[in-house]
């Protein structure tokens, strides 16, 4: 028994991932993965009220949601930017 249950399905998930990460050429790549992977510990209670013993699904869905933050983000960022250069 863990003392964090709610990490148990996250954290094999993660794990079953580390063959992955290893097979990267760049360990540059390999960073910017596994620190893609760790950030899903932000949405650990939503990957896991999927339910099911298999969480690929929602895992997947935090990852994209983590890169549409930042594509967000970045939109803002270049919004802003050219809205000084024209003002």
Request: overall charge negative; some cysteine; charged content about 25%.
């Amino acid at each position: 028994m863990s003392l964090f249950p709610n990490e148990d399905i996250l954290t094999k998930e993660i794990e079953s991932w580390k063959g992955f990460a290893d097979s990267l050429q760049s360990q540059e790549y390999k960073e910017l993965f596994n620190k893609m992977l760790n950030d899903c510990y932000k949405y650990a209670i939503a990957i896991n009220a999927k339910g099911d013993p298999f969480p690929a699904e929602p895992f997947l869905m935090s990852l994209l949601l983590l890169q549409h933050k930042i594509i967000e983000w970045l939109t803002d960022q270049v919004s802003d930017h050219q809205m000084i250069k024209v003002g």
